[in-house]
């Protein structure tokens, strides 16, 4: 087994399972879904390397692609968006839905658009920035940013004056997103349920909140204390992202791992809203923090002052200029 732990840690660096057997959510027989299991045992074996991560999905999803609207063509001759999204949790992404409901009255606060949601376009920034596949600009005072597209430049700024360099910690997150490349496909045509990804180009902007605690072996917090390194289980404890986007899983109350603020200055996506076209910011709006969307209206969950305005000025479609004023 050692040439599948590439990384020399003990185990194998992932297993994936494609089994034949058809998916019916509606069959109480029916055992299997896409699911990815992470099995939280310490003995690591380096001659001989044990199974650490594991998932599965039917054969049987590639067949779900939907088809062209007035037409009896499929989109894509094969469907990948249920192996990406399960293969997104096996590199360590974790959902951004609400395991505990969804529709009116279960808040949906990264807004479903986005392929650790609703299996949906591509990969926002904070994941490819949690998976070291892209690195921002950060920012500490005023100034103006032209920012590229996400999609093709894997370029988005942070906002906050004590950022310490990593994913895991509390910003504000910008990106510049436009239905091309990942994202064209579910822009232009989407699910049959009528769900697709923003159709206009916009700029999108995120409250992050994925500070590190420490969790004993029994995933209770040990420690409130923001932790600056990720620990591996070692039979004791390990560290984990606090905040979670399932409110019964997330350490503070009213407090998400990832909420996609929306340009109307209306918060639906507590009540169950779907991000849409109109979520996006475009040319000439302007945000500033409330308690709309912060829990401490211009401080962040950590307590820290937020301190800045972001304007959207000119739109093109090589870039957008992003105005920050700091304020505090």
Not at 76 to 92: P, Q
Not at 131 to 149: E, F, M
Request: proline residues 4%.
């Amino acid at each position: 087994m050692k040439e599948y732990d590439k990384d020399g840690n003990g185990y194998v660096d992932a297993l994936f399972i494609v089994y034949a057997c058809p998916t019916d959510s509606s069959d109480p027989d029916m055992t299997f879904w896409a699911y990815v299991f992470w099995d939280m045992r310490y003995y690591p074996n380096v001659s001989n390397p044990e199974f650490n991560v594991y998932g599965w999905a039917s054969y049987h999803f590639m067949d779900d692609a939907p088809y062209i609207p007035s037409t009896t063509t499929k989109a894509y001759d094969i469907d990948a968006h249920t192996y990406i999204h399960e293969f997104g949790h096996i590199l360590g992404l974790d959902d951004y839905y609400n395991y505990d409901g969804f529709g009116t009255g279960y808040p949906n606060m990264s807004g479903g658009i986005d392929m650790q949601a609703f299996n949906i376009i591509d990969h926002n920034m904070y994941s490819k920035f949690g998976l070291q596949w892209a690195h921002p600009y950060v920012i500490n005072d005023t100034t103006s940013i032209n920012l590229k597209p996400a999609h093709s430049s894997g370029e988005f700024i942070i906002i906050q004056d004590d950022y310490f360099g990593s994913a895991f910690d509390e910003y504000i997150l910008i990106e510049y997103y436009q239905p091309k490349g990942l994202n064209y496909m579910d822009s232009t045509i989407g699910y049959s349920n009528g769900v697709s990804g923003h159709s206009l180009n916009g700029v999108r902007i995120w409250h992050v909140d994925s500070r590190m605690f420490l969790f004993n072996a029994s995933y209770n917090p040990i420690s409130y204390d923001q932790v600056q390194y990720i620990k591996d289980f070692d039979g004791n404890s390990f560290t984990a992202i606090g905040p979670s986007n399932t409110p019964s899983r997330s350490i503070y109350n009213d407090v998400y791992c990832l909420h996609l603020l929306e340009s109307t200055g209306i918060n639906t996506f507590k009540d169950g809203g779907i991000a849409s076209d109109v979520t996006l910011f475009k040319q000439g709006q302007t945000f500033t923090p409330t308690t709309t969307f912060f829990k401490y209206g211009n401080k962040f969950n950590s307590q820290k002052t937020i301190g800045y305005t972001i304007s959207i000025g000119q739109m093109t479609n090589q870039e957008v200029v992003i105005n920050i004023t700091k304020t505090a």
